[in-house]
């Protein structure tokens, strides 16, 4: 019943406000009012067969069905727009689908009238928001009309610059200059328009603050090694900190676009801020740029900067150099974890080898697990670990009687490659590692391990015995579900808990009837 009146409220407002050219019918003998009434009661639509059939039927319409629903816009203290709104937008994106171009002419016609024709100026600029959504370069002439409107100039600006073809409007417009120049550098910015970098420089140097700023972010992206020095001199002016005025930012972003392109110019001006009285952002950003200007030939950077005080300008060479990196670049890098001085760049160092997993560096890895330096032992040991294979199993294993077993322990939680040969031989070496090989086996459930751990159940040492009880549950499996039980009859309930979170992992993932075959004495 809501659903009917609503239809009738919408069909008597469009037949108080349509002209005799609202009477037009479409293929189903309906009015241009009426299917507009159609739409707008079908609004939002439930499937997107739906809501594709009536924007087919609303572009139907032409200009003048575009037209008549805009004039149902009214001012925002007046009533709400919402699905007027959203009829129009989807007409506006419906008709820049492939094979609408007839269509898509007519609703471009309809919204330019529209936008003449309406009063309000919130609902002009959300019609300037539609042409532009489906203009071409023949709308032009539509956004220039309301370039010095004060409430909508930053929208006819935005429609130029999102409107394919407009280029030679915007750079005329850029020469005549006027008040809106901030938002026309900012609109050569968003077109890339590589032919206003002279004026963009011109603005970025002796302009209006607001205006400076829209050039020097426009020149960040469309500048060349000519707008370099005047981004390069206004970053300097405020510290090359990052600020509202963006002119940090856009000079490190202009001196990676130059480096990307080759530019000798920027692979100089790189080169020349990697050097420590930079800023440590600053430095970072030189570097990756030099990186990408001369890839491989920039290594001896990389390998300076491995000496940096800087820890973030360290690590950051290392990630950046992984563009390029080899066999030869890693033995450069080793070199550098040679003797036992302690070096902060060892521990970086390390920490790259494991993420990068350099199986050829794992000697020089391991000989830094002695180091006595804890933060290098300690990287040494989880890049051990990270790379893996014998050598690596066999310092972690050592390590897990020694003062960082526990860093050992997690490392070897998460090795790369099997452990299970080597922890279960370790359940016959000394205590401190027969414990740390317990907690091991019940971690990574070893089950074949489980005899060994049942034997040392019967352990003479309490905490070893402890340390058995803990791993059970780990290593089970259903044959070892008798045994267990047995073992709990006897328990005085020292531990209870341990064996029968142990029974209850000997069946887990078993279906019913497999349980009972199981637990069946």
Known sequence: MKTTIRHSLIALALAAM????????????????????????SMPAETEARYNAAMHDLAATGADGVQQLAAMLVPAKSGKNSYTEYALFGLATYVMAPGHEAERAEVRRGIAAAIEQ????????????????????????????????PYLEQWAI??????P?????LLDLMGRSGSNSELLAY?????????????????????????????????GICGSQEALPVLGKAAKAIGFAYDKSEATASYL????????????????????????????????????????????????????????????????ALRLSESFADETFYATVAKKLKGKSVKPEKADILNWFGTRHVASQIDAVIANISSTDTVIADAAIGAAGKIGGEKALAALMAQLKGSRADVAYRALLSFNGSIDKAVTAALNADKSTQ?????????????????????????P????????????????TPSDFATTAQLLEKDGGEHTAQLQAALISSIKGLDDAQKMAVAKP
């Open 461 to 476: 040492d309490a905490e070893l015995k402890a340390a058995a009880y803990d791993a059970l549950p780990g290593v089970m």
């Open 118 to 149: 309406c009063s309000d100026d919130a609902n002009r600029a959300f019609l300037l928001t539609l042409l532009e959504k489906c203009a071409t370069a023949d709308d032009a002439q539509v956004f220039l009309k309301y370039i010095q409107d």
């Open 253 to 316: 972003r202009l001196l990676q676009t130059l480096a990307e392109q080759k530019n000798a110019v920027a692979a100089g001006e790189a080169k020349r801020l990697t050097a420590a009285s930079y800023p440590s952002h600053v430095r970072a950003a030189a570097l990756r740029a030099l990186i990408a200007a001369e890839g491989g030939n920039a290594r001896g950077a990389v390998i300076k900067a491995l000496s940096d005080k800087d820890r973030a300008y360290r690590v950051g």
């Open 435 to 459: 414990i740390c090989a317990l907690r091991l086996a019940s971690a990574r459930h070893l089950t074949a391990a489980s005899p060994l751990v049942f034997a040392l159940l019967n352990a």
């Open 187 to 219: 609109a050569a910015g968003v077109k890339r328009l590589t032919a206003a970098e002279p004026t963009l420089i011109k603005w970025a140097i002796g302009a209006d603050e607001r205006t400076r700023q829209a050039a020097l972010h426009a020149l």
């Open 18 to 41: 349509m002209p005799l050219s609202a009477l037009a019918q479409d293929a189903r003998q309906r009015t241009t009012a009426t299917v507009i009434a159609d739409v707008l009661n």
């Open 158 to 163: 935005n429609g130029l610059a999102h409107t």
């Open 165 to 169: 073809g407009t280029d030679a409007v």
